[in-house]
């Protein structure tokens, strides 16, 4: 990832909306509206950058101009942003109808299988390592949180589906092929296999909702929910069948082993072929372009989960993890912090052309674009009458994804665009107008 300083120049952009309309008759369009929100200081670098002056090579300067603000008309309801096609909601029912298929059978499975104890103890125990990586993940998407339907098709996706298809290939290979070694089933078998189902199911979200994978940080959240499901599943059974087989004790060791020191492993896999699908998908909206740094990323997701069951099967398992695995996983948060920080500075550069029309003020963009400033906008918001944090944390979601909408403009990748501006700039200034009402 590259650090800020000067871009190179780019190509004029293909996305220009209309030219805003000026009311011909009726009151005059008032001038820019300038609050006096409490904000966090301003860094003296970032107050002198001007518009023009990206800090990042992913804040890329265009000719477009958002449209000036006019005189809003009142509204009984804030508009919302437009629906997907009928195709795509479709294709979703079709989804969710397999899932729901496969989790039946799923259940049959372990019944099956453990026995009814057995499944329901793996699952009581199960649940804990997915409450610590989905409450990671919250931390990582607390900028710009994924739409709650997404989160839960990839958990979903990861938990059932992805399981269940990774049964159905174990199975025909050992039935077929004869495949039956322990080593050759941890070291390539489960990598490939399991990665290659994870990743489909990162890869589907991508198809069926572009406009909210906008970049690297949400393809990492949507493979580590993915990973957290498929490792949630696992789980059921790696602690079903300790308890079946040795007991408490067997059962204690194998879940400090996958439920306290590694709860991450599955997320850390799949997040890497997230990252690559994210990283075009900034800049591209083509499927074969996802496919393409998809595969490139699922050869990473690969490498790294063979690396970390061959560690686990053929080394010294402690020495390695903190040797080897414990320093990949700093490595892998410190590469997610970075991330978070490009994403910041692109909300803001995004923002701050919406200023430079006269949407928002500077203060309003330091109080939306920098966490000092939501934290500082948010306790202010608590001391107003009635406590109006959730109409300031609206406004924050609103103009977050206000950022993301130009972003997906200006690379030409995203043909709602300019209906999902229109309606974003209207809530922006509508939630504005409450947030100071008396």
Do not use: C
Request: net charge positive; glycine share 10%; hydrophobic share 50%.
């Amino acid at each position: 990832m590259s650090s800020g300083g000067p871009t190179q120049p780019q190509q004029p952009s293909p996305y220009a909306p209309p030219p805003a309309s000026q009311p011909t008759s009726g009151p005059t369009p008032p001038p820019p509206y300038s609050p006096a929100y409490p904000v966090a200081s301003t860094p003296p670098t970032a107050a002198r950058r001007s518009v023009a002056g990206y800090a990042s090579p992913l804040a890329q300067p265009t000719p477009y101009m958002p449209p000036a603000p006019v005189a809003p008309s009142p509204a009984e309801s804030l508009p919302a942003l437009p629906v997907p096609t009928r195709k795509g909601r479709t294709i979703s029912l079709w989804l969710f109808g397999v899932l729901g298929f496969l989790l039946i059978a799923l259940v049959g499975y372990f019944v099956w299988a453990l026995g009814s104890f057995a499944s329901v103890v793996g699952l009581v125990l199960a649940l804990i390592p997915l409450t610590i990586v989905f409450l990671g993940v919250r931390l990582i998407d607390r900028w710009e949180p994924e739409p709650k339907r997404l989160v839960a098709f990839a958990i979903a996706w990861g938990a059932v589906a992805a399981v269940g298809l990774t049964l159905l290939v174990d199975t025909a290979l050992t039935l077929l092929l004869g495949i039956r070694s322990e080593e050759f089933g941890a070291v390539v078998q489960a990598p490939v296999v399991e990665e290659l189902w994870k990743g489909l199911g990162v890869f589907l979200i991508f198809l069926l909702a572009r406009r909210a994978f906008d970049g690297p940080v949400d393809g990492i959240v949507y493979g580590a929910l993915v990973g957290a499901g498929f490792a949630f599943t696992e789980n059921i059974q790696y602690f079903g069948v300790s308890l079946i087989e040795g007991g408490g004790e067997q059962l204690t060791v194998t879940f400090v082993v996958r439920g306290l020191l590694s709860p991450f492993a599955h997320a850390m896999f799949t997040a890497i072929t997230g990252f690559a699908i994210g990283m075009v998908a900034r800049r591209h909206g083509s499927a074969r372009a996802a496919a393409g740094a998809g595969a490139l990323g699922l050869v990473g997701a690969i490498l790294l989960h063979a690396l970390w069951n061959g560690s686990a099967t053929f080394a010294d398992f402690f020495g390695l993890y903190f040797t080897l695995q414990v320093p990949l996983f700093i490595g892998f948060i410190l590469g997610i912090v970075a991330l978070r920080r490009e994403e910041a500075r692109l909300t803001r550069a995004r923002l701050e052309d919406y200023a430079a029309a006269g949407w928002f003020t500077p203060e309003e963009v330091t109080m939306l674009a920098t966490p000092g400033g939501r934290k500082v906008g948010l306790a202010w918001a608590s001391q107003l009458r009635g406590d109006r944090r959730p109409l300031m944390r609206a406004f924050i979601k609103d103009a977050t994804e206000l950022a993301s909408v130009r972003q997906r403009a200006i690379t030409g990748r995203d043909p709602m665009a300019v209906n999902d501006e229109r309606a974003l700039l209207i809530r922006t200034r509508a939630t504005r107008a409450a947030l100071l009402a008396y």
